[in-house]
């Protein structure tokens, strides 16, 4: 869900909710899906463990900008997918 839709006050709706939602819905399956075995990972990851919690509108926007994060988000990135995600970001 798009962080601002997580906060006490429900803002105006936006059409960046829809995609910030989207590319969560992304970062989540490449952490917890193993495309070439299409199998998925019986536990939540621990880097996005913390956004089952009341306040993860505030961690996602601290995990995000960890470097490491977005590394090893990368990495896990499918190697047919990376260009097409390389030409995104």
């Keep these: 869900m798009a962080i601002d839709l997580l906060a006490?006050?429900?803002?105006?709706y936006l059409y960046r909710y829809d995609l910030?939602?989207?590319?969560?819905i992304l970062v989540w399956a490449a952490l917890h899906y193993d495309f070439?075995?299409?199998?998925?990972?019986?536990?939540?990851?621990?880097k996005?463990?913390?956004?089952?919690?009341?306040?993860?509108?505030i961690i996602k926007k601290i995990l995000f900008m960890a470097p490491s994060f977005n590394e090893e988000l990368?990495?896990?990135i499918p190697a047919h997918l990376r260009d097409q995600v390389a030409s995104w970001i």
């Design 8 to 12: 006490a006050h429900t803002p105006e």
């Design 20 to 24: 910030e939602s989207f590319f969560y």
């Design 36 to 46: 070439p075995c299409k199998t998925r990972a019986s536990r939540v990851h621990w």
């Design 48 to 57: 996005v463990e913390s956004w089952t919690v009341p306040h993860a509108h």
């Design 74 to 76: 990368i990495a896990r």
